[in-house]
């Protein structure tokens, strides 16, 4: 914290119309119990407020907020031959990062406790927490409504709105974030006023301002919008990775290319990119030559935004990342499946991050509804794929993995299996169900190799992942659904 951002911040404060429950102004000194006690109340009532900061600010007038100055030094200071600010960090329960500040203000002398928010219990001075009640500082025990609330503060503030670089000046967020592409994302002309483009970040919650009247930037805005991801701190290999490879194995790469701009402005260029460089092939139809591309677009879009936003932010030294090779592609990010794998086409939408997913669904990039998969599956199916491989990797990364076309009898028994089980999730979810006719057509079998198909169910109903819709129908009409169905 700078000077310029001190003053910023008395100054912010002092235009509050009275004390509040997360700031305490004082004239002069006062006895270190006191101040102890007070940094229980302040940081305790920070976090059941939401505020990251609870402040003490001595040389201010408590009921007219006219800056006065003050004698309290803390430097001097002393509590039983111990200095103030060790003997006050020792004494709070647990530890926090208290902070003293001192500047001068038009002469006058100005000294600020900065104090943090109370993160995963209730903080203590001499073994007893304390909570402010308007400007009154009262012990906790007292008030079990606001120690509930307090309990439930703890731990609430969800990742992708944690502050990623703070104290900011308005033209340093416009530098930083890519308001033109906001704008453009969202069809929408750039407002020739700054301010309007500030106001609407603050919406999004890019951006909040703080206590200093200056600008925080959010996870969610720097991976959103960030010129270059790597400028912010804890989010510097959150950008995305796409390395091509020469064959089938990670030997030998061709290229690794690094998008550092926030996904709604790089998301597209990812995928022209990608789509230009996976396996082609020249085909003709009714003496027509084009070109069939591996895999169908749509599925690979699918995929990488459920990468991006069902990442682990919190997670630190892993990209999301596409890997290509010959034969297939894998998509990786951060963080374990948030749903059983086995029912990952027909479950709600569960998000790590619901507002990074709100934004990505407002300006088209991907589905909020919960129907990537649904798609990913039918996608490949229509285009006679074996169903995309989903891994939970260690509880720690979760990897899907697109195969491109093989001949059927190249096609080992687990991806069958597989590619059976997921149209069959897909089916029921429409209100359909699988027969043989389906999966011939799936797996581009011709009639007189049926019998392939059958072998593919019975070994899908020997594993439990199908079952017969009726065990009496005839084996040539029989139906099956998925083993949860």
């Known amino acids: 914290m700078d000077n310029d951002y001190l003053r910023n911040l008395v100054v912010e404060l002092t235009k509050y119309p009275k004390e509040t429950e997360w700031i305490e102004f004082k004239k002069n000194k006062i006895?270190?119990?006191?101040?102890?006690?007070?940094?229980?109340?302040?940081?305790?009532?920070?976090?059941?407020l939401g505020k990251e900061k609870a402040y003490i600010i001595w040389g201010i007038d408590d009921e007219t907020h006219i800056i006065e100055g003050t004698n309290f030094y803390y430097r001097t200071e002393k509590k039983g031959g111990e200095e103030l600010e060790a003997w006050l960090s020792r004494v709070i329960e647990p530890r926090i990062d208290i902070n003293f500040k001192e500047i001068e203000i038009g002469g006058k002398h100005i000294t600020i406790l900065v104090i943090p928010r109370a993160?995963?219990?209730?903080?203590?001075?001499?073994?007893?927490?304390?909570?402010?009640?308007?400007?009154?500082?009262?012990?906790?025990?007292?008030?079990?409504s606001k120690e509930r609330s307090l309990w439930r503060s703890f731990d609430t503030t969800l990742e992708e709105l944690k502050i990623s670089e703070d104290s900011k000046k308005a033209k340093e967020v416009l530098q930083l974030l890519n308001y033109e592409a906001y704008y453009s994302k969202l069809n929408i002309a750039v407002p020739s006023n700054y301010r309007k483009i500030i106001g609407d970040f603050i919406d999004e919650k890019f951006i909040v301002k703080n206590d200093a009247g200056l600008y925080d930037i959010t996870n969610m805005g720097a991976?959103?919008?960030a010129h270059d991801i790597t400028k912010f701190s804890g989010l510097s290999h959150k950008y995305v990775r796409v390395i091509w490879y020469k064959d089938n194995t990670k030997l030998q790469t061709i290229r690794e290319?690094?998008?550092?701009?926030?996904?709604?402005?790089?998301?597209?260029?990812?995928?022209e990119y990608v789509m230009t460089i996976i396996p082609q092939k020249e085909v003709i139809e009714n003496g027509i030559r084009r070109s069939e591309i591996s895999y169908p677009e749509i599925a690979i879009r699918e995929l990488l935004a459920n990468c991006l936003i069902h990442q682990n932010i919190a997670q630190s030294g892993t990209s999301p990342m596409i890997?290509?090779?010959?034969?297939?592609?894998?998509?990786?990010?951060?963080?374990?499946?948030?749903?059983?794998?086995?029912?990952?086409?027909?479950?709600?939408?569960?998000?790590?991050?619901?507002?990074?997913?709100?934004?990505?669904?407002?300006?088209?990039?991907?589905?909020?509804?919960?129907?990537?998969?649904?798609?990913?599956?039918?996608?490949?199916?229509?285009?006679?794929?074996?169903?995309?491989k989903v891994e939970n990797q260690n509880d720690m990364f979760?990897?899907?993995?697109?195969?491109?076309?093989?001949?059927?009898?190249?096609?080992?028994?687990?991806d069958r299996i597989r590619t059976c089980y997921m149209h069959a999730c897909y089916l029921y979810v429409q209100g359909e169900c699988i027969n043989n006719n389906v999966l011939r057509d799936l797996f581009g079998v011709p009639d007189k190799q049926r019998y392939k198909i059958s072998r593919i169910i019975k070994n899908a109903l020997d594993s439990g992942c199908i079952k017969a819709v009726d065990d009496e129908t005839a084996p040539r009409y029989m139906k099956y659904i998925p083993f949860w169905g």
């Open 323 to 388: 890997e290509i090779f010959n034969n297939r592609i894998e998509i990786s990010n951060a963080g374990a499946p948030l749903v059983a794998i086995e029912r990952i086409v027909d479950t709600v939408a569960v998000s790590r991050n619901e507002n990074l997913a709100g934004f990505m669904h407002k300006c088209g990039i991907c589905e909020e509804r919960g129907s990537g998969y649904d798609k990913v599956v039918y996608e490949t199916s229509k285009n006679n794929l074996i169903a995309p």
């Open 223 to 225: 991976l959103i919008l």
């Open 119 to 144: 993160q995963i219990q209730p903080i203590k001075f001499s073994g007893i927490e304390y909570i402010r009640i308007g400007s009154n500082k009262k012990k906790l025990k007292d008030f079990p």
């Open 398 to 414: 979760t990897k899907v993995t697109l195969y491109s076309k093989v001949p059927f009898d190249m096609i080992s028994k687990e």
């Open 31 to 48: 006895d270190p119990n006191k101040i102890g006690e007070y940094i229980s109340a302040l940081s305790n009532s920070a976090a059941i």
């Open 257 to 271: 290319t690094k998008y550092l701009e926030g996904y709604a402005v790089s998301f597209e260029k990812i995928i």
